[in-house]
Structure formats: C-alpha cells, structure tokens
C-alpha cells in the first residue's frame, strides 16, 4: 500500500499537539487535526491551529461515570522554535467538554489575541517539502535497517496485506525522522509510528522547512479503528539537538545574541532555558559522537567555552551551559 507524503501547505523536539481529552471522556473515539499556518518570516515562530472533535456513545453523551460528552475545541499555538516556549490560545469550545477541562481552556487568551499576534508578525508562504529552501539539506525517515523510507517520492511503501504488517514493524522500528545537511545525519530522538486497524497500517508524514533553512516542522499523522485518528507536529533543527542553559546573570539580550551567532554558524537551538548556579565559563557538554559538534559551538560562542562530556541521560547532543559573555565597558 502506497502513502504518499503529503505535500500540501494546509497542514504542521518533544510533540507539541495537545489532544486535551482522549481516554474515556472521548467515549468512542476522538479526532485531533493541525493546519500550519506558518513559519513567521524571520524564521523564529511556528503558527498552527489544531481542533479536537470527542464524542460519546450513540447518544453523544459521555461514558458511565465521566462528566463530558461529544465537543469540539479549538486552539491556537505559536511556537517559539529557538526557545521552545508554546503560547496557546482558545479560538472555539463547542459541546460538552469535561468541566474541568472547560474552565482551563477558557482561562487561556482568546481569538482576538491570536489575531493580534498574526497581525503584528507577518507569517512567510509555507509548503510541505523534503528539501529545504536553500538546498543545504533533506528530511529523511530512517528505519532500523538505516534505509530512508521517504526516498521513495510517492511516501512510504507500506505493506499491502494486513499479515505482513506486525513482522514489517519489527523488522522496521524505530522510524525516526532525520535531516542529512552538509555531510552529516541528525536523527530525532523521536519515533514515528503509523496507526493501524485490523493489521493495516497508515501514516504520513509532512516536512515544512522555516524560510531561513535552519529547522523543519514535522507533522505526523495516523488513524486506528473506530474513526480513531491523530496528528502531532514537533520542530527538528538542521543539526544537533543543541540545548542551551543560561547563566542567571546572563541578560536576555546576550542569551538572543549568543542565539544569532550560533545560527550564524549553522548550529541551532532547539531549547534554551535558565541554569540553575553560576559560571565562571561557558562548557559546551556532548553526547557521544558529538565532539566535533561540540567544538564547533565552543568556536561560536562568544567568549568561546569549554568541552567536556556529557554524564547524565539527556535526549540532546549537546547542552552549552552559558556563563557570562565577555561586556564592554
């Protein structure tokens, strides 16, 4: 069975859809879709919509025991790629959502923000492709077999009889979506795993590159049985997974300065936060694999910094604990 990779501009590291109310308020099933919207034209924001339709028994009331029934919710979401921060917001509530689930939606910001916001920052044309806008790099889905499952421009070759699946699974997982840029294969610490119903598998994948080439939103998408159908999007940047904890001390002009110089250098944040102490230097830590990386951003950084490795479980390549920079006078 053939699933063609969707290329169309109406749809978009963690997942950052939010699918409020699955389990048993949703009774028989529930359907989350996300329309991108956009990256922002400097490349610093990712806009989308997401819906999630629920609904109960036959009767569209919920099951025994919750106190929800079918409704519909609307969101909004920009996305701060550089700093991983979600703004949400409530564009619509219909229906009859559980009550505590209500009352949190409607304490977030309202349409009219949302509309603010896009108004005061223009959003670039945006359209579903493997390869991004400046030709530097490809987005690949890398099976355990270490063959890209998307080499193929019709999608991904699922098998056709429903039998064939569990043992193509087994052979196949993890899925992981990749970027291959100037020589090197970045894979995401996430996993791509298709729906299935009655053993036949569907799933697909959209790659949406931001204008400046650095990072690529990811929507996945996939359906069980019962009408039973999820998409998730999740940003991946062009390059290692590069944490980066600021110094207390550190202003917020000098952590966004630090930013643009990495980017400069074609090494992307894809979280940036506070550290908890002091100091006296910047340390770029590595995961294994990730020295020459590492290196790269010690070089970037201003100040320069230290390397050292990495000794705690962490789903990034590289953590730059940031001290500092050097201040003029």
């Known amino acids: 069975m053939k699933l063609a990779l969707t290329l ?25 879709e996300i329309e991108l ?56 509530i219909e229906g009859m959502p559980p009550k505590e689930e209500a009352k949190q939606m409607r304490a ?23 390869q991004s806008p400046n030709g530097s790099a490809r987005c690949m889905l890398i099976a355990a077999s270490g063959r890209d499952l998307l080499e193929d421009p019709n999608g991904i070759d699922y098998p056709i009889e429903s039998d064939e699946s569990e043992a193509w699974l087994a052979r196949e997982r993890p899925l992981r979506q990749a970027i291959s840029a100037r020589g090197k294969l970045w894979t995401s610490s996430k996993e791509f795993v298709p729906g299935q119903c009655d053993g036949v598998l569907n799933g697909e994948l959209s790659a949406h590159w931001s204008p400046d080439s650095l990072r690529v939103a ?59 102490g002091r100091q006296a230097r910047s340390i770029v830590y590595y995961a294994k694999g990730s020295e020459e990386a590492a290196d790269a951003v010690a070089k970037a950084v201003p100040g320069g910094a230290a390397t050292a490795p990495l000794t705690w479980k962490t789903e990034f390549d590289l953590v730059l604990d940031l001290a500092v920079p050097p201040r003029g006078r």
């Open 8 to 32: 169309s501009s109406a749809a978009i590291c963690v997942a950052i859809g939010l699918v409020p109310s699955r389990g048993e308020a949703c009774g028989d099933g529930y359907r989350n």
């Open 37 to 92: 919207m956009g990256w922002t034209r400097d490349s610093r924001f990712v806009v989308y919509k997401e819906t999630l339709r629920c609904w109960g028994d036959d009767e569209g009331s919920a099951p025994k025991g919750t106190d929800g029934g079918q409704h519909s919710i609307g969101l909004g979401f920009v996305v701060d790629a550089r700093s991983g921060r979600v703004d949400k917001h409530l564009l619509k």
């Open 108 to 130: 977030l910001p309202k349409a009219q923000a949302f509309e603010a916001w896009l108004k005061a920052h223009p959003l670039a044309r945006s359209r579903a492709s493997l």
């Open 218 to 276: 990811w929507i996945s998408r996939s359906s069980g049985c019962m009408g039973l159908h999820e998409e998730a999007l999740f940003i991946q940047p062009a390059g290692p997974r590069l944490q980066i904890l600021a110094d207390r001390d550190v202003t917020q002009r000098e952590l966004e300065s630090t930013c643009a110089a990495l980017e400069k250098a074609w090494l992307v944040p894809a979280v940036t936060g506070r550290a908890p």
